[in-house]
């Protein structure tokens, strides 16, 4: 299986539990993984209480993980810097927020998806 179908995967898994009310927005964070073989970056999804595009720390409000929180990125796909893993993980977000898969809907009926390195600026990815 390929990166971009283990991701799928992984976040229609995430999203089959109810998510609480208090979820405002989603966030991916990237991060960097210590010590794991082939792999440079990972990525978790987090639900946070608050949302506004204007302050970066939105997302640092967490009030929502999924079971399996965190997937690493293999440095295959995600490359070995963090720029391309970034374009390379937001093209995949967008993507898959542009698909009619049934649980984007989850991500949809909230105000915000936003993307990141969790030491840098997140980018806005989806609004309605």
């Known amino acids: 299986m390929d990166f971009e ?14 998510s609480p009310t208090e979820i405002t927005a989603f966030s991916f964070n990237l991060f960097e993984p ?13 639900g946070a209480g608050e949302f506004d595009e204007n302050d970066p720390d939105w997302a640092c409000d967490e009030v929502w993980e999924p079971e399996q929180r965190q997937l ?7 490359g070995d810097s963090w720029e391309i893993c970034l374009e ?6 967008i993507v ?5 898969q049934s649980f984007v809907s989850k991500l949809k009926e ?19």
């Open 5 to 18: 179908q283990e991701f799928q995967n992984w976040l229609e898994q995430g999203l089959k539990s109810e």
């Open 96 to 100: 898959t927020l542009q698909s009619n």
């Open 88 to 93: 390379r993980m937001k093209k995949l977000i």
């Open 34 to 46: 210590a010590l794991v073989d082939g792999v440079k970056f990972g990525v978790e999804l987090i």
């Open 110 to 128: 909230r105000k915000g998806v936003g993307v990141g390195f969790v030491d840098g600026d997140l980018e806005i990815v989806w609004q309605p």
């Open 72 to 78: 690493n990125i293999p440095v295959e796909y995600s």
